[in-house]
């Protein structure tokens, strides 16, 4: 198959690359410039913005399928970066190229927590951009993963570089709130078997890991991953960090936004066994995971 897939310089893009090409797939990824792919890559490659409909104009052509992945986790208002251009209009734009351009085969990138009730602009923003998809006409996939982790994520890697360096590791509450984190082989593996499946046409599927964990469970594996027995934490009331993470959020270097912070406190769990057994799946181990990377 021909696919056409956007978001391929992302974290999880770049895996899924990988294994379309491992799978015999031809690739044509979409980029905002000519060099956001490394020749070693060996992809067809064309030039457009998901949020410019303009720039999509034949762009599919002779696709067969199309993976959207573009997505961020935290807004940049001033530079234009938001939840509303970045996946709802960029998802009704891919939505509307894919139905002019006649590839009928459309799989979609969502979150964990997208539902008509969520209370994170995050949330809100993925769950409008899913019901451009599930109003279209094409033969359509939704994928909602977890929290996604890997060799090059921002996750894992954020709090293992604290650990390293920090005599405590702050932790925002009480640390209770559960995570379930799922490894990005085996997200991507979920896009590419979909993609010749046809009973995942017309299916929403919740992607996690085989085990939830509290956020001090996971700070603890990722300590023992590095080889430290004991990680030194020092919760802080959420009653003093809300109005401090609202006030300093606008600060590009502050790490942490009030809608992150509310993601965060609702945690992150999901039942993946259908995901699973559809896709024939075998689920990577969180702490065998992190330890092949981290070690």
């Not at 899924?16 to 060099?35: D, F, M, P, T, W």
């Not at 300093?248 to 066994?273: A, I, S």
Request: aromatic share 6%; net charge neutral; hydrophobic share 40%.
């Amino acid at each position: 198959m021909k696919i056409f897939l956007t978001g391929g310089t992302g974290f999880v893009g770049r895996e899924i690359l990988k294994q379309l090409q491992e799978a015999g797939h031809q690739v044509r990824a979409l980029l905002r410039k000519k060099n956001g792919l490394s020749t070693r890559e060996q992809v067809e490659t064309v030039v457009g913005d998901t949020t410019d409909k303009n720039s999509l104009t034949g762009v599919l052509t002779d696709c067969d399928a199309v993976i959207h992945l573009v997505g961020i986790i935290r807004e940049f208002p001033g530079r234009g970066i938001t939840f509303e251009r970045l996946h709802t209009e960029s998802t009704h734009n891919m939505v509307a190229a894919a139905e002019e351009q006649g590839v009928d085969r459309y799989l979609q990138m969502s979150a964990n927590g997208s539902r008509t009730a969520a209370v994170s602009t995050y949330h809100q923003s993925k769950w409008a951009a899913e019901q451009a998809v599930r109003h279209s006409n094409l033969n359509w996939t939704i994928f909602r993963p977890s929290l996604i982790f890997g060799s090059d994520d921002m996750f894992v890697n954020v709090l293992a570089q604290l650990i390293r360096t920090l005599p405590l590791v702050p932790v925002m509450g009480n640390g209770q709130y559960r995570l379930q984190p799922v490894n990005v082989t085996d997200v991507a593996k979920g896009f590419v078997n979909a993609l010749k499946r046809e009973e995942t046409v017309g299916q929403v599927y919740h992607c996690g890991g085989p085990k939830d964990y509290s956020y001090d469970e996971i700070l603890d594996l990722i300590g023992q991953a590095l080889g430290k027995s004991l990680v030194r934490k020092l919760h802080h009331p959420l009653s003093l960090m809300k109005p401090l993470v609202s006030t300093l959020q606008l600060l590009p270097q502050f790490p942490m936004t009030r809608d992150q912070l509310q993601v965060l406190l609702e945690g992150n769990c999901c039942d993946p066994t259908e995901w699973q057994q559809a896709l024939g799946l075998e689920l990577t181990d969180f702490s065998q995971g992190i330890k092949n990377y981290l070690s």
